[in-house]
């Protein structure tokens, strides 16, 4: 078996409150312990001074596209996209075309990761039936299949009903629902924030309370049920204030924040540029300090990219007839530095929490993952957090271009990944099989 | 005068100066004065298109006819009866056009921004004539252009915009041109209609329209706008007469001198009645007029000639 070595770099691993300069000894594909084992010959050596060591990241919130819009991305062109962008696990969403409301569409999904050979992709089961929000899934298949968490993102569940029955059922299988929160009927026909922005573009917004109103609901269903809830992609002050009042109170509800939403405002759209049409939408910079203040205080415990991959052709249509979404895999490094770290607005072992242990948690795949503890699965991530570079879509792994950062000179980016043991990414270069 | 004008592109009064508004409205007072029946060459070997996917009268026909009597040829291409049908994309349709040997793209669109992104995609000089709710610089230019004739300045007057703001390009624009040119300007019109986050540009909002008649200069009444709206803006068309018509009763409450624009096309007897539209105060056939001086002094500005 492989002894492999990561030595000397700055191991920042949460799970256990460890930061702190020291060697990373991997046997196999787990993690055998850290220090500095004079007792042990590695049979491979990373050198990474200089570098942050930690547990690989996992990105909970990502769509594939496959199966269905393969013009936009695929499991093979968004796993390596993930490797790129120093992510060893990503949960994918199940609006694709069709659905994964059913076990063998959450196998076909973990197979064809398998068959790409980068990232794992742990599935995310929808909440109902072809994500129409009438009937419950086949839960109990899709958890037999793989799927780790439920949601049927992309929409909300509008009948409370169906969100009250899918946080009791889950419950079966310790597994959490996550929640798009938003009212559709006031949010119908908006492309960007409701404020004075959008005012003055002449553009219909989608109102803060549209989110609110659902997050509300949302806790008041998890309260009243004990199930678990996280909110997805959470976007304005309000609903930050509703989660932490929420967990004073025990219910079981974890929040996300998307990296776009640490640091972009509606202001960006007065040049109606569709790489920052999103939903939910970019917000005002009072939503992103609350966002921030959110992360720091513990409110939201997860970073996401909510990467969603669109063609290029889709994007250069007239602004409202844009599809919502950015892609960010390969940029939740690089923004994460400039946007937090820079700003000190999070340490580091703050920002690795919110991407490793936390997202695992909420996952339910923190037994073998999210941390660096003797016997977890080895899936490590090394940054190099003083790297400059330029953003450059045209050599993105991934199959869309729809970037907000493109062109800006930015400081952070992995310089090696291992997934199970193995390495994917050397010196900032994919490892093809 | 001509020589200070540097854009390429007109998407919109907010980006403009005070300056070049003047330059502008300057360009358009010589326009004026010229023999309606003469053409010049000044344009002659540029094309001008225009690129409607919205209906228009006004607005089409002029730009065509400003064109024309500059001296340039013109092509007219409106979405109904086109390969829109068939599927072909915007930014598509667009090149194809300008394949053809175009300076000057003239387009209107329901899509806010749709000028902008023409005009990070072609070669052409866009001028935007009409981008949904968002701006409409042409008109903005040209009710602003009418009042300077009338009353030999726009700084210090109290314009009243009347109507459905929320939705209304015409406002938008006229916003941006009035403020930067010292007008006071008041919006006016149902609370769902006209929100309270316009204070935020300057303006004074207010609902009832008897209030603010009697301070007002200026009344621009803003069409009703039927296939703008969801349901739920508001109750009824007699309901917004009764609220917001100009009706000669309101007339006789109103200042003496008062100038009354509308943009076209006009619903008779709900935001005015034919007795006012067709009155001594009126000025809404001349404000079409004044669009032809205005649009032949930007094509000329634009062209650089």
């Known amino acids: 078996?492989?002894?492999?070595?990561?030595?000397?770099?700055?191991?920042?691993?949460?799970?256990?409150?460890?930061?702190?300069?020291?060697?990373?000894?991997?046997?196999?594909?787990?993690?055998?312990?850290?220090?500095?084992?004079?007792?042990?010959?590695?049979?491979?050596?990373?050198?990474?001074?200089?570098?942050?060591?930690?547990?690989?990241?996992?990105?909970?919130?990502?769509?594939?596209?496959?199966?269905?819009?393969?013009?936009?991305?695929?499991?093979?062109?968004?796993?390596?996209?993930?490797?790129?962008?120093?992510?060893?696990?990503?949960?994918?969403?199940?609006?694709?075309?069709?659905?994964?409301?059913?076990?063998?569409?959450?196998?076909?999904?973990?197979?064809?990761?398998?068959?790409?050979?980068?990232?794992?992709?742990?599935?995310?089961?929808?909440?109902?039936?072809?994500?129409?929000?009438?009937?419950?899934?086949?839960?109990?298949?899709?958890?037999?299949?793989?799927?780790?968490?439920?949601?049927?993102?992309?929409?909300?569940?509008?009948?409370?009903?169906?969100?009250?029955?899918?946080?009791?059922?889950?419950?079966?299988?310790?597994?959490?629902?996550?929640?798009?929160?938003?009212?559709?009927?006031?949010?119908?026909?908006?492309?960007?924030?409701?404020?004075?922005?959008?005012?003055?573009?002449?553009?219909?917004?989608?109102?803060?309370?549209?989110?609110?109103?659902?997050?509300?609901?949302?806790?008041?269903?998890?309260?009243?049920?004990?199930?678990?809830?996280?909110?997805?992609?959470?976007?304005?002050?309000?609903?930050?204030?509703?989660?932490?009042?929420?967990?004073?109170?025990?219910?079981?509800?974890?929040?996300?924040?998307?990296?776009?939403?640490?640091?972009?405002?509606?202001?960006?759209?007065?040049?109606?540029?569709?790489?920052?049409?999103?939903?939910?939408?970019?917000?005002?910079?009072?939503?992103?300090?609350?966002?921030?203040?959110?992360?720091?205080?513990?409110?939201?415990?997860?970073?996401?990219?909510?990467?969603?991959?669109?063609?290029?052709?889709?994007?250069?249509?007239?602004?409202?007839?844009?599809?919502?979404?950015?892609?960010?895999?390969?940029?939740?490094?690089?923004?994460?530095?400039?946007?937090?770290?820079?700003?000190?607005?999070?340490?580091?072992?703050?920002?690795?929490?919110?991407?490793?242990?936390?997202?695992?948690?909420?996952?339910?795949?923190?037994?073998?993952?999210?941390?660096?503890?003797?016997?977890?699965?080895?899936?490590?991530?090394?940054?190099?957090?003083?790297?400059?570079?330029?953003?450059?879509?045209?050599?993105?792994?991934?199959?869309?271009?729809?970037?907000?950062?493109?062109?800006?000179?930015?400081?952070?980016r992995a310089s090696a990944v291992l997934v199970g043991g193995i390495v994917k990414l050397n010196d900032g270069q994919l490892i093809n099989a | 005068m001509i020589a200070d004008w540097t854009r390429k592109h007109l998407l919109g009064l907010e980006e403009l100066s005070a300056r070049e508004i003047g330059i502008i409205l300057d360009a358009a007072d010589d326009m004026a004065k010229l023999d309606p029946n003469a053409t010049s060459t000044e344009l002659k070997g540029r094309t001008v298109a225009n690129l409607f996917f919205e209906p228009s009268t006004r607005t089409r026909n002029s730009f065509g006819l400003a064109a024309r009597r500059l001296g340039a040829a013109t092509l007219d291409f409106t979405s109904s009866g086109s390969s829109v049908s068939k599927g072909e994309a915007f930014i598509d349709t667009a090149k194809n056009i300008e394949a053809m040997g175009v300076d000057v793209m003239v387009v209107r669109h329901t899509s806010p921004g749709s000028p902008h992104l023409l005009a990070k995609h072609l070669r052409a000089s866009v001028i935007n004539a009409g981008d949904g709710p968002h701006e409409h610089p042409t008109q903005g230019l040209l009710d602003i252009f009418t009042i300077r004739r009338h009353k030999g300045r726009v700084e210090g007057l109290t314009v009243g915009l009347i109507g459905d703001i929320l939705h209304s390009r015409v406002a938008r624009s006229n916003i941006h041109g009035l403020i930067k040119l010292g007008a006071k300007v008041i919006v006016c019109g149902p609370s769902t209609l006209v929100p309270r986050e316009l204070k935020l540009w300057g303006v004074e909002v207010a609902y009832d329209f008897d209030d603010i008649l009697p301070h007002c200069d200026v009344i621009n009444l803003l069409r009703i706008q039927f296939e703008r709206q969801r349901t739920g803006l508001f109750p009824s068309i007699r309901e917004y007469a009764f609220l917001f018509g100009m009706t000669g009763e309101r007339m006789r409450r109103a200042r003496p001198d008062l100038l009354i624009l509308a943009p076209g096309p006009i619903n008779r007897g709900v935001e005015v009645t034919p007795e006012v539209a067709d009155g001594i105060h009126s000025a809404i056939l001349e404000q079409v007029a004044n669009g032809l001086a205005i649009r032949m002094a930007l094509l000329k500005l634009l062209c650089g000639v």
Request: charged content about 25%; hydrophobic content about 35%.
């Open chain 1, 1 to 412: 078996m492989t002894l492999l070595r990561i030595t000397n770099g700055r191991i920042i691993d949460p799970a256990q409150n460890i930061d702190r300069t020291d060697d990373l000894w991997i046997q196999g594909d787990l993690v055998l312990g850290i220090g500095s084992r004079p007792d042990l010959t590695a049979s491979q050596t990373l050198n990474a001074t200089g570098k942050i060591v930690c547990p690989g990241l996992i990105d909970m919130h990502v769509h594939l596209r496959e199966p269905g819009r393969e013009e936009d991305e695929t499991i093979l062109t968004g796993t390596r996209a993930a490797i790129a962008g120093g992510i060893t696990s990503v949960a994918c969403m199940p609006n694709t075309e069709p659905p994964i409301d059913s076990q063998a569409d959450a196998e076909f999904m973990r197979m064809q990761a398998t068959r790409a050979g980068f990232a794992n992709v742990f599935p995310i089961g929808t909440i109902s039936k072809n994500r129409e929000g009438k009937e419950l899934a086949e839960i109990g298949g899709l958890v037999a299949g793989g799927a780790v968490a439920f949601t049927d993102d992309g929409s909300p569940v509008v009948s409370s009903e169906i969100m009250r029955r899918a946080l009791e059922y889950t419950q079966m299988f310790d597994k959490a629902v996550l929640s798009h929160c938003e009212d559709l009927e006031l949010t119908r026909g908006g492309v960007m924030h409701e404020g004075f922005e959008s005012l003055k573009l002449g553009l219909r917004g989608m109102p803060a309370a549209a989110e609110e109103i659902m997050v509300f609901r949302d806790i008041a269903l998890a309260e009243m049920t004990g199930g678990r809830l996280h909110i997805l992609h959470v976007s304005t002050a309000g609903s930050v204030e509703l989660i932490r009042s929420a967990k004073q109170r025990g219910v079981r509800v974890t929040g996300e924040a998307c990296t776009h939403h640490c640091c972009l405002t509606d202001a960006s759209l007065r040049t109606y540029d569709s790489n920052y049409k999103m939903s939910p939408p970019l917000r005002t910079p009072k939503d992103v300090d609350a966002v921030l203040e959110g992360l720091r205080n513990g409110t939201l415990e997860v970073i996401a990219t909510d990467h969603a991959p669109h063609s290029r052709e889709k994007k250069t249509r007239e602004f409202d007839q844009t599809p919502n979404g950015i892609i960010g895999l390969e940029t939740l490094l690089p923004v994460c530095v400039v946007e937090l770290i820079e700003k000190k607005r999070l340490s580091w072992p703050q920002l690795i929490e919110k991407l490793t242990i936390n997202p695992a948690k909420v996952l339910s795949i923190d037994r073998q993952r999210g941390s660096l503890h003797t016997g977890k699965i080895a899936d490590v991530t090394i940054i190099d957090p003083q790297a400059e570079w330029k953003i450059d879509v045209e050599q993105f792994q991934s199959k869309s271009r729809n970037c907000p950062w493109h062109g800006q000179t930015v400081r952070g």
